[in-house]
């Protein structure tokens, strides 16, 4: 890894450190922190993640090590954090309903919307899993990550504590933007190369 990497890396870790200190800093029951931290990783893991798509060559160049795996240890610890945040708050429920997606109203299908991410990001993960089985099909799948991070993003800002600490909500919203500015120049490098073809 050269020196590039080790900045690159060193201000990924800044962000995971940034928005714990700041939930740390806020305080709260031990099991509730446990929820707001699992989710606040896991977004920035799985941001992180989706970000480095079209910069394979890039990444590998940077850290000295194969894109998929960089790729997937990010997308490896966000998924597990992001899946700990709803167990979480079952635990602290008592009940199973946080599972459950709530359709009673556009509010609280937003509010709530962390339910539907939840099913997406399984969905997206069971087709990169399934990619060599279906060389054809699991992409769109896959791509549903991108609509879990919004629907993520949008219970956060709607019900998550966290985010009233604008450092938080900065960070959380800028790698939202810069994961949308990665998938548009992924469409538009797959555009060229088609065009090339």
Not at 51 to 80: D, K, T, Y
Request: hydrophobic share 60%; aromatic share 12%.
């Amino acid at each position: 890894m050269d020196r590039r990497g080790y900045l690159l890396a060193a201000c990924m870790a800044a962000l995971f450190l940034g928005v714990s200190a700041a939930a740390v800093m806020r305080g709260g029951a031990p099991l509730d922190l446990a929820v707001r931290l699992f989710a606040l990783n896991g977004f920035v893991a799985l941001a992180l993640a989706a970000s480095m798509s079209p910069f394979l060559r890039e990444i590998r160049q940077v850290f000295g090590r194969p894109f998929i795996l960089v790729h997937h240890f990010f997308a490896a610890f966000g998924l597990i954090s992001i899946l700990l945040h709803p167990v979480a708050a079952a635990v602290r429920a008592g009940s199973l309903s946080v599972f459950i997606p709530v359709f009673s109203s556009l509010q609280a299908f937003l509010a709530l919307g962390g339910r539907v991410a939840f099913y997406l990001i399984l969905i997206a993960v069971a087709a990169a899993v399934l990619r060599n089985r279906y060389p054809a099909a699991w992409r769109p799948f896959h791509m549903l990550m991108y609509a879990a991070l919004a629907f993520g993003l949008v219970h956060a800002a709607l019900i998550g504590s966290d985010l009233v600490n604008p450092a938080v909500r900065g960070v959380m919203y800028a790698l939202f933007v810069v994961v949308m500015a990665a998938l548009l120049l992924k469409r538009r490098q797959q555009r060229v190369r088609g065009s090339r073809g």
